[in-house]
C-alpha cells in the first residue's frame, strides 16, 4: 500500500499532543512530592494504639489540609504574570519603590524581628521560631528564605551592566540582616540562605575577586555564632563519632542510620517501620527521609531525588528558554533553593554532615513552609509558561551566566 507511506511520515514528523511542557513535568513533580509527603507523614506519626493496620490519625489528617492548600496556592500563583514583580517605572535611582519584591522582603525582615520579642515569638523545644497566627503559626524563616531569592534576582535585574563593588555592598546589606537575624534562633537556615544568596551572585555574573573580600567577614561571623552556643558546638564534635555518646548528641544520627540499615534494599513495607515508634526523633519533619528509606528503601530514596531532579531540570530548562535576565535569575534561585534544602537535609538524615534541623521540601510536615515553598514554586510555574515578551526580547539578556 505504497499511498499510505507518506501520510505515515507525514504523522512521524509532527510533534506529538503527548510532549511534556516545562510546567507539566513540574506539576508532576510538586504533585509527586506532595503526595509521597502525605503517605509518609502519615505513617510517620501512626503510633502504637492497638489498632492495626493503616489507619488515619489528626496529624495525617492536618498535613492534608495544609497539602491541599498549598496545592492551590501553587496553582494560583503559576497563572500570575512573574513580571509584575517588577514593578513600576524606575525612579531617577533605577530603582522602582513600588516593586513587590521590596515590599515582601520587608514584610519578611519585619516578622524575622518579631519572632524575636519575647510574649510574640512562640518558643518551640527552647527555639523561638514561630508567630502564632491564631489557627496556624508561620515560620518567618521560610518567608526570609524566598524574600531573599526574589531580591536578589529582582536586584541583579535592576543593575543594568556590570554589577560594581559598591553596588555588591548595598544588596548584601539587607540580605546579611536577614541572616543575622535568623542565625540567631536557626543556624541551618541561616547558612541555607547564604548558600544560595552566594549562588545567585555568581550565577549573576559578580566578580569573585569581589565575594573573595567579603567571604572572610562571613566565614568569620559564621563561626563565632556556631561556637557562641554550646549545643552547636557539640553537634558538631558528635558528629565525627556518633556512637561516642550514642543516648545523648548521637542519639539522632544513630537511629537514623538504623533505619537505613532496616529498610534495606525493598523496605519494611508502606506504615511497617519500627524507628518511628519512638526511637526517632523528628520523624515527620527533620528525618523524614530515614522513615522513606526504611518503608520503601532504596525505591523510595531514588524516587525521592528523582523527583527533585525533575525540578532542577525544569528550572535549568527555564533558565535557557527565557530571554529577560529576571526570569532566568529567580528561575536560577528558586531551583538552587530547593535543591540546597533537599540536598542539605538528605545529608542530614544520611549522616553526611552534622545535623542542622531542616526540613524536606514539599514532603516534611509544617504547613506554613508547604504553603510558601509551594507559592515559590509557582513562580516556577510562571515563568515556565509566561510567553517572551517582544520589549524583553530587545534587552540584553543581562548579568545571567547560566544563560546558555
Same mark, same amino acid.
Given at each position: 500500500?505504497?499511498?499510505?507511506?507518506?501520510?505515515a511520515?507525514?504523522?512521524?514528523?509532527?510533534?506529538s499532543?503527548?510532549?511534556?511542557?516545562?510546567q507539566?513535568?513540574?506539576?508532576?513533580?510538586?504533585?509527586?512530592?506532595?503526595c509521597?509527603?502525605?503517605?509518609?507523614?502519615?505513617?510517620?506519626a501512626?503510633?502504637?494504639?492497638?489498632?492495626i493496620?493503616?489507619?488515619w490519625?489528626e496529624?495525617g489528617?492536618k498535613h492534608l =489540609?495544609?497539602v491541599?492548600v498549598? &496545592?492551590?496556592?501553587?496553582f494560583?500563583v503559576?497563572?500570575?504574570?512573574?513580571?509584575?514583580? &517588577? $514593578?513600576g517605572p524606575?525612579?531617577?535611582?533605577?530603582?522602582s519603590?513600588?516593586?513587590p %519584591?521590596?515590599w515582601m522582603?520587608s514584610?519578611? &525582615?519585619?516578622?524575622c524581628?518579631?519572632?524575636?520579642?519575647p510574649h510574640v $515569638?512562640?518558643?518551640?523545644k527552647g527555639a523561638?521560631?514561630?508567630l502564632?497566627l491564631?489557627?496556624? @503559626?508561620v515560620?518567618?524563616?521560610?518567608?526570609?528564605?524566598?524574600a531573599? %531569592?526574589?531580591?536578589?534576582a529582582w536586584?541583579?535585574h535592576?543593575?543594568s551592566?556590570?554589577?560594581?563593588f =559598591?553596588k555588591l555592598?548595598?544588596?548584601?546589606?539587607? %540580605?546579611?540582616? =536577614?541572616? *543575622?537575624l535568623v %542565625?540567631?534562633?536557626d543556624?541551618g537556615?541561616?547558612?541555607?540562605i547564604a548558600?544560595c544568596?552566594v549562588?545567585i551572585l555568581?550565577?549573576?555574573r559578580?566578580?569573585?575577586?569581589h565575594l573573595?573580600l567579603i567571604a572572610?567577614?562571613?566565614?568569620?561571623a559564621?563561626?563565632?555564632? +556556631?561556637?557562641?552556643?554550646s549545643?552547636?558546638?557539640? /553537634? +558538631?564534635?558528635?558528629f565525627r563519632?556518633p556512637?561516642?555518646?550514642?543516648? /545523648?548528641?548521637g542519639?539522632? +544520627?544513630? @537511629?537514623?542510620?538504623?533505619s537505613?540499615?532496616?529498610?534495606?534494599v525493598?523496605g519494611?513495607? &508502606?506504615?511497617r517501620?519500627?524507628?518511628?515508634?519512638?526511637?526517632?526523633?523528628?520523624?515527620t519533619t527533620?528525618?523524614?527521609f530515614?522513615v522513606?528509606?526504611?518503608?520503601?528503601g532504596?525505591f523510595?530514596?531514588?524516587?525521592?531525588?528523582? *523527583?527533585y531532579l525533575?525540578i532542577?531540570?525544569?528550572?535549568?530548562q527555564?533558565?535557557r528558554?527565557?530571554k529577560?535576565g529576571?526570569g532566568?535569575?529567580?528561575?536560577?534561585?528558586?531551583?538552587?533553593?530547593?535543591?540546597?534544602?533537599?540536598?542539605?537535609?538528605?545529608?542530614?538524615?544520611?549522616?553526611?554532615?552534622p545535623?542542622? $534541623? +531542616?526540613?524536606l521540601?514539599?514532603v516534611?510536615?509544617g504547613g506554613?513552609?508547604?504553603?510558601?515553598?509551594?507559592?515559590?514554586?509557582?513562580l *516556577?510555574?510562571?515563568?515556565? /509558561?509566561?510567553r517572551p515578551?517582544?520589549?524583553l526580547?530587545?534587552?540584553p539578556v $543581562?548579568n545571567v551566566?547560566v544563560a546558555v
Open positions: 500500500m505504497p499511498t499510505l507511506r507518506p501520510f511520515v507525514s504523522l512521524m514528523l509532527q510533534p499532543i503527548y510532549r511534556l511542557r516545562l507539566d513535568i513540574l506539576t508532576v513533580c510538586v504533585l509527586g512530592l506532595l509521597l509527603g502525605i503517605l509518609m507523614v502519615q505513617s510517620a501512626m503510633n502504637i494504639t492497638g489498632q493496620g493503616w489507619h490519625n496529624r489528617t =489540609i495544609f491541599a498549598a &496545592l492551590v496556592t501553587f494560583v503559576g497563572h500570575l504574570d512573574y513580571r509584575t514583580l &517588577l $514593578g524606575r525612579s531617577a535611582s533605577g530603582v519603590w513600588k516593586s %519584591v521590596l522582603f514584610i519578611a &525582615l519585619l516578622t524581628i518579631l519572632v524575636l520579642i $515569638g512562640l518558643a518551640v523561638r521560631r514561630w502564632p491564631g489557627f496556624t @503559626q515560620q518567618p524563616s521560610e518567608l526570609a528564605k524566598w531573599v %531569592v526574589l531580591f536578589l536586584f541583579l535592576k543593575c551592566g556590570e554589577v560594581s =559598591i555592598l548595598l544588596a548584601l546589606i539587607p %540580605v546579611a540582616a =536577614i541572616c *543575622l %542565625v540567631i534562633e543556624f537556615t541561616a547558612i541555607l548558600l544568596a549562588t555568581i550565577a549573576g559578580v566578580k569573585l575577586w573573595a572572610p567577614i562571613a566565614i568569620a559564621g563561626l563565632w555564632f +556556631m561556637m557562641h552556643k549545643y552547636r558546638m557539640t /553537634r +558538631m564534635m558528635s563519632d556512637f561516642a555518646s550514642p543516648e /545523648r548528641e542519639y539522632h +544520627m544513630i @537511629q537514623s542510620l538504623l537505613f540499615s532496616t529498610g534495606g525493598f519494611a513495607g &508502606l506504615g517501620g519500627v524507628q518511628k515508634l519512638g526511637y526517632l526523633p523528628e520523624d527533620d528525618f523524614i530515614a522513606i528509606c526504611e518503608e520503601l532504596v523510595g530514596a531514588i524516587l525521592t531525588i528523582a *523527583l525533575g532542577l531540570y525544569v528550572a535549568w527555564a533558565i528558554q527565557r529577560d529576571f532566568q535569575l529567580l528561575a536560577f534561585g528558586i531551583g538552587a533553593m530547593i535543591t540546597l534544602q533537599a540536598l542539605i537535609n538528605i545529608a542530614v538524615a544520611t549522616v553526611s554532615v545535623p542542622k $534541623g +531542616m526540613s521540601p514539599l516534611s510536615a506554613s513552609g508547604l504553603v510558601i515553598t509551594s507559592a515559590a514554586l509557582g *516556577l510555574y510562571s515563568v515556565c /509558561r509566561a515578551d517582544e520589549s526580547q530587545e534587552q $543581562g551566566a
